[in-house]
């Protein structure tokens, strides 16, 4: 059709890595290829830093065949950067689209992503260049609005829930006190997903504590030595975002000093420090001698294995939907996923950028406990259905005991 836009497709990722994101980088790739006005299909190395450089790849000229592989693949294939961009660096990556005659931009990311798409279209629109930018959702933490759900989350939500089933055999084996530390600066999602370990009775984690609740040292006491009184035993998954009542970030807290990331953003569980910090605290609080913790850090970003068949089919077809959008209604936004019925059915809807640019979505109330330490019914029922098929159980010996014969 001759009122359709031609030139150049640019995708690019951003923020962190997921079990997934290179299904939606392919799923633009092979689908731009379907329509006839577009010339190009390039790939920004490193995200925005790398359309600043004119780091690209041509995806054009990649096969199918490559491209079918590296989808299976975790981590950022065209790699990825914190650059978090104003105006003045947007400016720039516009006069870069010009200069290449991109007209289709998509870019796959988070909160900050969906907010550089936002100011590309703007100046796009002021400069009078028609160009059609979508941000394409992807991140860990299930954090976007108008989303219900996000591609990532369920593969990494099934490495925890995993991680956390060896984690309640080991700890079954040796009993003591373990703690999980889980990626979640503002939403617990990801570390309430532990959850979906439990099968037995007495499996952790036995306690969960999220961002959205308040964290409160002798509370936290208080259920560590209650659930070790129970079955000589306690399994914890914590948010590394957990703060104080006054808004304290506990490592903060339990540190007495702060470091700041690139963004400006506490430093939180990169150094494992608030694990070591917590396990101190029982401790000395609870006498408890065997205490340990782990901060699962990269592992539950780009572990190999364990993609969600669900997430990645869903990963690919945002993407897809995000190319059709922009091919044949010639339309912005950022393409949301949607949950028509619990169990279970997703939707795409194109929703506007501001909805989503630099907004943060949390759990909602009816997924957490009262009590602050745990996830409810309603939160495994939505979580569950998004670690894709053949998710593993453990099981148990059940063979009957014999009797003794020395020790009556």
Request: glycine share 10%; charged share 20%; aromatic share 8%.
């Amino acid at each position: 059709m001759s009122n359709r836009l031609e030139g150049k497709v640019l995708v690019a990722q951003g923020g962190g890595p997921t079990p997934v994101i290179n299904q939606s980088v392919v799923g633009v790739a092979l689908e731009a290829r379907k329509f006839s006005q577009v010339t190009s299909i390039y790939g920004a190395l490193h995200g925005v830093s790398g359309i600043v450089g004119e780091n690209f790849v041509d995806l054009t000229r990649e096969t199918t065949h490559n491209l079918e592989r590296v989808a299976g693949t975790p981590s950022s294939g065209l790699l990825s950067t914190r650059d978090k961009p104003d105006e003045e660096y947007c400016a720039r990556m516009f006069k870069v689209m010009q200069a290449h005659d991109i007209r289709y931009f998509f870019y796959v990311g988070g909160n900050d992503s969906s907010d550089t798409v936002r100011i590309v279209n703007e100046q796009a629109k002021a400069a009078n260049y028609e160009l059609r930018a979508i941000h394409i959702p992807k991140t860990i933490d299930n954090d976007l609005e108008e989303n219900d759900h996000c591609p990532g989350f369920g593969s990494a939500a099934r490495f925890v829930a995993q991680a956390f089933m060896g984690v309640n055999l080991d700890n079954r084996a040796l009993q003591g006190v373990y703690i999980g530390v889980v990626m979640g600066r503002h939403a617990g999602f990801l570390t309430a997903s532990s959850a979906l370990a439990q099968k037995y009775f007495d499996d952790g984690p036995h306690l969960i504590y999220l961002p959205e609740r308040h964290f409160i040292m002798e509370n936290f006491l208080a259920d560590v030595d209650r659930v070790y009184q129970k079955h000589g035993l306690c399994t914890i998954a914590v948010s590394e975002g957990i703060a104080a009542p006054d808004g304290t970030a506990m490592i903060t807290k339990l540190l007495g000093t702060e470091e700041r990331d690139s963004h400006g953003n506490i430093q939180l569980s990169g150094t494992g420090a608030l694990g070591d910090l917590l396990s101190n605290e029982i401790r000395k609080g609870l006498g408890i001698k065997r205490v340990r913790s782990d901060t699962f850090g990269y592992l539950q970003r780009s572990f190999m294995g364990i993609q969600s068949d669900r997430d990645s089919h869903e990963a690919r077809e945002v993407a897809e939907k995000a190319v059709q959008y922009a091919m044949w209604d010639n339309v912005d936004g950022s393409v949301a996923i949607k949950r028509p019925v619990l169990d279970y059915s997703v939707d795409y809807q194109l929703v506007p950028i501001d909805n989503v640019a630099g907004k943060t979505r949390h759990m909602p109330d009816n997924f957490m406990n009262e009590a602050g330490n745990g996830v409810t019914q309603d939160f495994l029922s939505y979580c569950r259905p998004l670690l894709g098929s053949n998710f593993p159980e453990p099981h148990r010996l059940r063979a009957p005991k014999v009797a003794k014969i020395l020790h009556q």
